[in-house]
């Protein structure tokens, strides 16, 4: 089993530009998460998508969005990068609650 | 969810005991309290979750109060690789399939294990 798997690892983007991240979840996982971590922060809950789709948001603008496939994996998609949106971005997968994370796409905005 | 409250930073000895504190004090009768931890740069790993007993597992003990505003989580022999920043999290149940069940950090205690 290969876990959660995330891609790319790492990715550099500049100011205005669109980005999309994907995840694949653990087998058998249904449910996927997006969650943000800036430098020396606790991670942030972006979205939850389940059944394809968006379950519940947390406190971000429209500029982020997600895609769930009918094989349970999801794309995160963040338009009109802002400096500020540089960070780790992880993806969870649950089946019944408990929540696996993957490793995670470094995003940097120059 | 609940807010919790966890110290900044700890160390600890290698071998030795590490006992992190958490305090939740607004808990819910049907809020849960887990324990992720984070290694340096990789996704947070899950250790241990419990209601009102306390749980033990291959990796850790967690400890809850009676009145279950507080809780404690042991690492009985930490190593140097147990340094990590340790989250505390309180949230609704164990999850259903399709129920949202998103997980609030804080900011988490930063373990640090020393020779």
């Known amino acids: 089993d290969a876990g959660v798997t995330q891609s790319p690892t790492h990715l550099i983007k500049t100011r205005g530009q669109q980005v999309t991240l994907r995840c694949s979840p653990k087998?058998?996982?249904?449910?996927v998460s997006w969650y943000q971590q800036a430098l020396g922060q606790g991670p942030q809950f972006i979205f939850q998508?389940?059944?394809?789709?968006?379950?519940q948001r947390g406190n971000f603008p429209d500029r982020f969005s997600g895609h769930q496939f009918p094989n349970y994996s999801s794309e995160l998609n963040v338009n009109a990068l802002l400096l500020g949106d540089s960070a780790l971005y992880l993806c969870?997968?649950?089946?019944?609650?408990?929540?696996?994370f993957g490793p995670g796409t470094r995003l940097t905005v120059l | 969810d609940a807010k919790t409250t966890q110290p900044p930073s700890m160390d600890c000895a290698e071998g030795r005991a590490a006992n992190l504190p958490c305090n939740h004090s607004?808990?819910?009768?049907?809020?849960?309290v887990y324990w992720y931890r984070q290694i340096h740069s990789q996704g947070p790993q899950y250790i241990i979750h419990?209601?009102?007993n306390n749980e033990t597992n291959e990796m850790a003990s967690l400890i809850i109060t009676e009145d279950r505003k507080s809780s404690t989580l042991i690492l009985p022999h930490a190593t140097l690789r147990d340094t990590a920043v340790y989250y505390c999290?309180?949230?609704?149940?164990?999850?259903?399939?399709?129920?949202?069940?998103?997980?609030?950090f804080g900011t988490g205690t930063r373990l640090q294990v020393t020779l």
């Open positions: 969870a997968s649950s089946f019944r609650g408990g929540q696996f």
């Open positions: 087998s058998g996982h249904d449910t």
């Open positions: 998508y389940y059944e394809e789709e968006e379950r």
């Open positions: 607004t808990i819910s009768g049907n809020e849960y």
């Open positions: 419990g209601l009102k």
């Open positions: 999290i309180v949230r609704v149940g164990a999850g259903n399939t399709g129920t949202a069940s998103k997980l609030t």
